[in-house]
């Protein structure tokens, strides 16, 4: 669909399986979309799921020229289309998060001479040292995280500066990996970009800096200061920090838009190009996330983000700078058994039937007579524990299984007070005002959504996030505008679509679950996995 003659801005994401685009107007309605799937799109690269799984199965990558050749054809569908690029008046955009780039010596020269003659792909074929990327599905770095950590004086020590103990899919980690392996590689590079800056380089046609949010996903950055750590990089390879470049807020006007794009696609000269971030990020920015407010992801595994103010970095858990306010800073907390362990109780115990489990959830009370129950079928990331362990009221362990509606109480309310726990570990504090904005395939059952209000003590809400990446993204490019002026992302997407709130608060709920945290944490301590090693999870 063709774009229509008012201003627009476009939102764009380069993530793992795709990209895609977004345009909205004035009012903040999408106006355009498309995508460009790179396993169908782009067969020639060979990839399944948007990467290579190397032969170690740890490795991790994706080819460069794939991310290049994608924007080639999205861009060409689009004027294929009537899109009218000269009414876009700016832009931002997501990548993959920890993903790395390694632009060879003499890029930059090719970078500031583009043909519009000519495909990007082919412009640039021969300007990357390392042509398949890292991306954040690589876990082949565990001896560098650990050689990063004792470098800094422990685990705790680097996630007080960075925001997040040693990672393996953390850029600092792959960045040592290949300056280890391959120093010829890295003595051959003049820039490492992450993978959104490296986009925002492809429309500037010079480097463009990497923000602080995306900066804070690298184990390399000082959250609190905004600056590279010196130690950090120091561990991590030579001369790094001016292979970075410099750090800039989230919300930066970059520069307008290259003469490449304008000749070759007819954007104007006039339209700004905003610093492009993380997609976890850039999705915080799509939700409309504001202080207080929680956003949980009830997936294949459940994460949480969080808007905090004052962090307390913790070895589970990440902080990342926040995208939208310098000020403020987002935790990010993942946890894996999510809903294929929702799934299996529901088949144990309610016949294979949601209708079941929820029946469960309602005729069971709130607090579950003080039953606890922890639900691990694999090796949990939030806390290190695998297996179920039932506690009753007592703390005494119950063998071998609660009562049918007894355990899916058990499960859901242990899953919610799990994530409460952690996220105030991270220095997260409930509000008032706090709403939490519910998304994935649980978000769609009332009854687990109550359970999730009563332990949270807050109001939830569901919000379509289909392509919230692209749309925070089309949001940010907006903000990116009037930023400067103190205006705050919130005045800017008033217009957007308002949350829809499902549940409120069961009264009296709040005075059943405090106790119960205080219970729930000090169990969790029992049932921890020591064995293993902290760097075979992520």
């Not at 289309?81 to 060879?104: D, E, L, P």
């Not at 600092?172 to 590079?189: C, D, H, L, R, V």
């Not at 694999?378 to 039932?390: F, K, L, N, Q």
């Amino acid at each position: 669909m063709a774009a229509s003659e008012a201003p627009c801005y476009l939102g764009w994401d380069f993530s793992t399986q795709q990209l895609k685009v977004i345009a909205i107007d004035e009012q903040l309605t999408v106006i355009y979309e498309d995508n460009i799937h790179f396993d169908k799109d782009l067969p020639e690269f060979g990839t399944h799921c948007g990467v290579h799984v190397h032969s170690d199965k740890l490795t991790v990558t994706s080819p460069v020229l794939m991310w290049v050749k994608a924007l080639d054809m999205i861009l060409e569908k689009m004027k294929s289309s009537g899109f009218n690029f000269s009414h876009v008046r700016a832009f931002s955009g997501a990548g993959q998060q920890h993903g790395s780039v390694y632009w060879k010596e003499g890029a930059s020269q090719i970078l500031k001479n583009l043909s519009p003659d000519l495909p990007l792909h082919q412009l640039l074929k021969a300007c990357f040292s390392v042509r398949d990327s890292p991306v954040w599905m690589d876990s082949s770095t565990t001896t560098q995280c650990l050689s990063l950590e004792k470098a800094v004086g422990g685990a705790q020590h680097l996630a007080n500066i960075t925001g997040s103990r040693a990672c393996e899919r953390f850029t600092g980690n792959q960045i040592a990996k290949i300056y280890s392996q391959n120093p010829e590689f890295y003595m051959q590079t003049e820039r490492i970009s992450v993978v959104s800056s490296f986009a925002a380089s492809l429309f500037l046609s010079a480097y463009a800096p990497i923000d602080y949010c995306d900066g804070s996903g690298m184990n390399l950055l000082q959250i609190r200061d905004k600056i590279w750590s010196t130690a950090c990089l120091n561990a991590c390879a030579p001369g790094l920090e001016e292979k970075l470049g410099p750090v800039v807020p989230s919300s930066s006007v970059l520069s307008s838009v290259s003469p490449y794009y304008i000749q070759r696609y007819g954007f104007s000269p006039d339209c700004k190009v905003v610093a492009f971030t993380g997609d976890n990020p850039a999705s915080l920015a799509g939700m409309k996330l504001e202080e207080g407010d929680i956003a949980i992801s009830l997936g294949t595994s459940d994460t949480l983000f969080l808007w905090i103010k004052e962090p307390v970095p913790a070895l589970e858990g990440h902080i990342f700078c926040n995208p939208v306010d310098s000020r403020a800073y987002m935790a990010l907390l993942c946890f894996k058994n999510g809903s294929l362990i929702r799934e299996r109780i529901r088949d144990d115990c309610a016949s294979g039937s949601w209708d079941e489990f929820s029946k469960a959830l309602k005729c069971t009370v709130v607090g579950n007579n003080g039953n606890l129950g922890f639900y691990f079928d694999v090796i949990e990331i939030t806390p290190e524990a695998v297996g179920i362990h039932r506690f009753n009221s007592d703390n005494n362990k119950v063998v071998p299984d609660f009562p049918k509606e007894v355990e899916i109480r058990a499960l859901v309310e242990g899953q919610f007070l799990a994530k409460r726990i952690h996220a105030e570990k991270l220095g997260y504090k409930i509000l008032p005002r706090t709403r939490i904005l519910a998304t994935g395939g649980a978000s769609y059952n009332k009854e687990i959504l109550q359970v999730l209000s009563d332990v949270f003590s807050a109001p939830v809400y569901t919000i379509d996030t289909a392509n919230s990446a692209c749309l925070g993204c089309a949001y940010r490019a907006i903000h990116g505008l009037v930023a400067e002026t103190s205006v705050s992302l919130g005045d800017v997407v008033k217009l957007a679509p308002e949350p829809r709130l499902v549940v409120t608060p069961t009264a009296g709920a709040d005075q059943l679950y405090q106790p119960l945290l205080k219970r729930y944490a000090e169990l969790e301590q029992k049932v921890l996995y020591s064995p293993i090693s902290s760097h075979l999870v992520k």
